[in-house]
């Protein structure tokens, strides 16, 4: 099965101003994650969509954060305005739903963002 | 509310030294604890899940074994490719969310 595709991969910009990434679920997969990884940590769940609705945004920086998944397949996520703390990898996750969910997740390969 | 504690930080092992890393955690209902590992630049790629205490799951040169409290990630004969952060994660049946470790840096020497 193709797996998460992301992106951009990497992005610069000033602080104040504003981004957005965009993710592409694996084909079937209800459930999508947004974590931060912000270097030397391990990831933390920023938001999580049950097909389109949001299951838990309890960790989402509402003032400046906001994500959608409109149809229920991909998601944007967009951070507005940026602040320095904001540099971090933006990693999206999908897991498969029903009788074969394990559990896991499968993740993309992330976007960089660097504020500066 | 959910904690998962990785130890070491990072550990540097010559080709073939053998080692263990730990992941100590908490949470309510545990549904499964999830082994990953991350390449620079990468997305974490999954390895193992462990639902019950006393499993064990085995894939080349790693064994993953799980207790009440804690998880250890061995690492037999250890080879140059196998370095890499290794996550911890544990899910619980209160919620669907994930929730990760720090994470051990490990280098493998030639």
């Known amino acids: 099965e193709a797996g998460v595709a992301q992106s951009p991969r990497y992005k610069i910009i000033e602080k104040r101003q504003s981004v957005a990434f965009w993710c592409n679920p694996i084909s079937g997969h209800a459930t999508l994650y947004w974590y931060q990884q912000i270097l030397g940590q391990g990831p933390k769940l920023l938001i999580q969509f049950q097909n389109n609705g949001v299951v838990d945004d309890s960790q989402l920086p509402k003032d400046r954060f906001s994500a959608e998944r409109l149809k229920g397949v991909d998601s944007t996520l967009k951070i507005q305005p940026a602040k320095l703390e904001d540099s971090a990898v933006y990693l999206c996750?999908?897991?498969?739903?029903?009788?074969?969910?394990?559990?896991?997740?499968?993740f993309g390969e992330g976007s960089r963002l660097t504020v500066l | 509310e959910d904690q998962v504690t990785q130890s070491p930080e990072a550990l540097r092992l010559q080709e073939g030294e053998s080692s263990s890393l730990n992941c100590s955690y908490t949470?309510?209902?545990?549904?499964?604890l999830f082994w990953y590992r991350q390449d620079p630049g990468k997305g974490p790629e999954f390895l193992f899940t462990?639902?019950?205490a006393g499993e064990e799951k085995e894939k080349e040169r790693l064994k993953a074994t799980l207790t009440k409290k804690e998880s250890f990630l061995h690492i037999t004969a250890p080879k140059p490719e196998d370095s890499a952060t290794y996550l911890c994660?544990?899910?619980?049946?209160?919620?669907?969310?994930?929730?990760f470790g720090a994470g051990t840096r490990l280098t493998v020497k030639p």
């Open positions: 996750a999908s897991r498969r739903q029903g009788a074969s969910d394990t559990g896991e997740l499968f």
């Open positions: 994660a544990v899910q619980s049946y209160n919620n669907n969310d994930m929730r």
């Open positions: 949470v309510s209902g545990l549904r499964g």
């Open positions: 462990l639902y019950s």
